[in-house]
């Protein structure tokens, strides 16, 4: 019996590079597990829509497993895919990629990248997300936050692209206020897109790049699928 195929969904981007990688993402989830059939789906900004692959599969008798490539549980998961899977009986979501600690440990990898000391207790973190006024996702971030302290000696607090408080720059602008010497924006994005490309207005000293291409997301995308077919 072949596996049910992994729609790998993503918000989307106009942003090439970001494209590109979210790809990726997929491709290395099939080289990870080989013999896997991946697709994809967004709810936002490119085709197709989510609802329309799975509402596809379904016509064509193959079950499904929609994981969100989402960091986070916000109206996307709850509505968006949700409501994509809740007509196909051969169908079910899977929970979003955040919080993990492999997510965690690759922004502690991004930010040491960009030259920032995990020992210093005078460099803050500012661990930026897009933001949601969904308060679960924001929930989902503030557990993130609380994964990296585990491996940061400075203070690692939140800031939002849009819709949750406060936003980046306000949360930057704390840090220092708070006593930090040097304040780092590490970017909670999967991609570049236009969230990750307005952070370097927030007034940090560095932002880090985001979280792909690395291996351990393509492993967390698995487990999700994995969870979600052991639950069904």
Not at 152 to 157: K, N, Q, S
Request: aromatic share 4%; glycine share 8%; proline share 9%.
């Amino acid at each position: 019996m072949t596996p049910p195929v992994l729609v790998a969904c993503a918000h989307g981007t106009r942003n090439p590079a970001g494209r590109r990688l979210v790809a990726e993402l997929a491709l290395a989830a099939r080289r990870l597990r080989p013999g896997l059939v991946t697709t994809a789906a967004f709810v936002d900004v490119q085709p197709p829509t989510v609802a329309d692959v799975v509402a596809g599969l379904a016509a064509d008798g193959q079950p499904a497993v929609v994981v969100p490539l989402l960091l986070s549980g916000g109206y996307h998961v709850h509505v968006d895919i949700a409501g994509a899977v809740a007509a196909h009986d051969a169908a079910v979501a899977a929970r979003p990629l955040g919080p993990d600690p492999r997510l965690a440990a690759v922004l502690c990898d991004r930010l040491v990248e960009a030259g920032a000391d995990p020992r210093d207790p005078l460099t803050a973190v500012v661990l930026a997300a897009a933001g949601s006024s969904d308060p679960r996702s924001v929930a989902d971030v503030e557990d993130t936050a609380d994964l990296l302290q585990r491996s940061w000696a400075g203070p690692v607090t939140t800031g939002y692209g849009s819709a949750a408080q406060p936003p980046v720059a306000d949360a930057v602008a704390a840090a220092r206020k708070g006593g930090a010497e040097r304040v780092v924006v590490a970017s909670y994005l999967l991609a570049p897109g236009h969230f990750h490309g307005k952070l370097a207005e927030a007034g940090a000293d560095v932002v880090t790049a985001p979280l792909l291409p690395d291996e351990r997301i393509a492993a967390v995308l698995l487990d999700r699928y994995d969870a979600a077919l052991g639950s069904h």
